[in-house]
């Protein structure tokens, strides 16, 4: 597969998009035109892959609507260098904006296809992640306290392992509810005892599954 100036004005044609519908942080945008999008996608999906819509990516997953993406990524709020929790790798394609952005990521997927894959693709566009085959829920322990966490999956309620493991300031942006619509919040550790907590919207998930991995 190559990035031909098709695909390369297909995303100058998705960032219009993205900043009519309110992104307006330049360094996402030019996130958004790096990173070729229909790397992460079949084939059956590469011409499509610049329109505001999701995909199946398998194993009962899906790769967000680029406008989900850039939405949860402004509201981080990423600095170079920080280093960032993704809980939820799927596609990889979220996991390569941050990159791009200049985090040091480490990014958990629970669906061993998906992390094989996502492994792969990243590799090949020398993406440099810290990629983890586990369980989301637990977060990654060892590798803590993160500037930053990110959750792609809708988690009932906002999980404290993951809590535990934002440092003192940082910022956790993550969809809660348990139905296929889930309010987006994103949570400031103001202090170990003390979270803010700002609701953001509604989007849809895939739901956030736990203790099990395949």
Sequence with gaps: MKDSFKYKGM?????????????????????????????????????????????????????????????????????????????????????????????????????KELYLKASSILKKLNYRAHLIFGDGYKGLPNFAPFDKVIITCGAPKIPKNLIKQLKIGGIMVIPIGENKKQQMKKIIKISENKLNIEDCGVFSFVPMLSKKVK
């Excluded at 999906?45 to 505001?52: H, L, N, R, S």
């Excluded at 402004?74 to 990889?92: A, M, P």
């Design 11 to 111: 995303r100058k044609n998705l960032i219009n998009d993205l900043k009519n519908k309110g992104i307006n942080q330049e360094l996402i945008l030019e996130a958004f035109n790096l990173v070729p999008r229909h790397y992460f996608l079949d084939n059956a999906f590469v011409e499509q892959a610049y329109t505001d819509i999701p995909f199946q990516i398998g194993s009962g997953q899906t790769i967000s609507h680029p406008y989900t993406v850039a939405f949860q990524t402004q509201l981080l709020n990423i600095k170079k260098g920080d280093k960032v929790l993704e809980v939820g790798t799927g596609s990889g394609f979220q996991t390569a904006i941050l990159h791009v952005l200049g985090a040091k990521v480490y990014s958990i997927e629970r669906h």
